[in-house]
């Protein structure tokens, strides 16, 4: 079972929970990181997609700490030692949304004396997929989620100023290499107003492409750095009033282009829309 946090507020980076301080990291929590040993916490399921594909990832990518992995309950004899940090898969909810829909995160945390997990230190935090959602839809893209992480936490090191800064806005501003990248989106994830190249580009004037997953992939493994691709998370039809988050992440430097999301409507269903477009191209 994943660990589950309550968050307060819509953040990608240093989580705030529920019933708990403000916990954003501290420049002391990232020097602390780099001298643990990092566990990666495995899915109870032997055969999930995401315990054969961190294990690939995590031999081809990092490079921060010693690293080793270990079991769910492993994990809650040893949360509480700061000597180690964690990388696992977490349960999400956000009480300001008011609804009760759940996402699954990969998330990078810092162990803590007596601390519950909503209290940890949180390094860095992604979304991965909505809850009931099969990993197997994001398991593919893990090798530039966890090179995302393992940067971000560099940044964080070499600027601290950042740490307490509206780290969205800091990523946003990559917008404007965007036209010099080719976007590769795959249909099931534009919403029906944007689900053509030709209704795409009345909004997008850059390079696009539609392509199938296993296109995602190969150009991930390629680390292609004329590729940027669309990384969507949203309930896929399990769930009316959710989340839908928006992220473009490059092939090559796992850098975020684009980051956004909005709560599922008639009017904004689950996938990338219209406005989206344009803000991408507005820069």
Not at 138 to 165: C, E, G, T, W
Not at 241 to 268: E, N
């Amino acid at each position: 079972m994943k660990r589950t946090i309550s968050v307060l507020m819509g953040m990608l980076l240093g989580l705030v929970v529920t019933n708990a301080k403000e916990h954003l990291p501290t420049e002391k929590d990232y020097q602390t990181f780099l001298k643990s040993k990092t566990l990666v916490v495995m899915d109870n399921n032997p055969m999930s997609d995401f315990n054969f594909k961190i294990k690939e990832v995590m031999k081809n990518v990092w490079t921060l700490t010693e690293y080793d992995f270990i079991t769910e309950q492993e994990f809650e004899d040893k949360k509480s030692d700061s000597s180690y940090s964690f990388l696992l898969s977490t349960t999400v909810t956000f009480s300001v949304d008011k609804t009760k829909a759940r996402y699954t995160f990969l998330s990078l945390l810092l162990g803590e004396s007596e601390s519950a997990v909503r209290d940890m230190p949180d390094l860095c935090s992604i979304p991965l997929s909505y809850l009931r959602v099969e990993d197997d839809s994001y398991a593919y893209k893990m090798d530039a989620f966890v090179r995302f992480i393992q940067d971000h936490v560099n940044l964080m090191v070499a600027q601290p100023n950042l740490i307490k800064s509206n780290v969205f806005k800091h990523y946003n501003k990559n917008i404007q290499s965007l036209k010099n990248k080719t976007l590769l989106l795959v249909k099931d994830d534009l919403s029906s107003d944007v689900n053509t190249q030709q209704k795409i580009q009345k909004s997008y004037p850059y390079d696009i492409k539609i392509v199938t997953q296993e296109e995602v992939e190969t150009a991930i493994e390629a680390k292609d750095p004329n590729i940027v691709f669309l990384h969507k998370v949203g309930p896929e039809g399990t769930k009316y009033k959710a989340r839908c988050y928006k992220i473009l992440i490059g092939a090559a430097d796992s850098r975020f282009y684009y980051f956004d999301y909005h709560m599922v409507s008639k009017k904004k269903p689950d996938g990338l829309l219209e406005s989206d477009l344009k803000r991408m191209s507005s820069k």
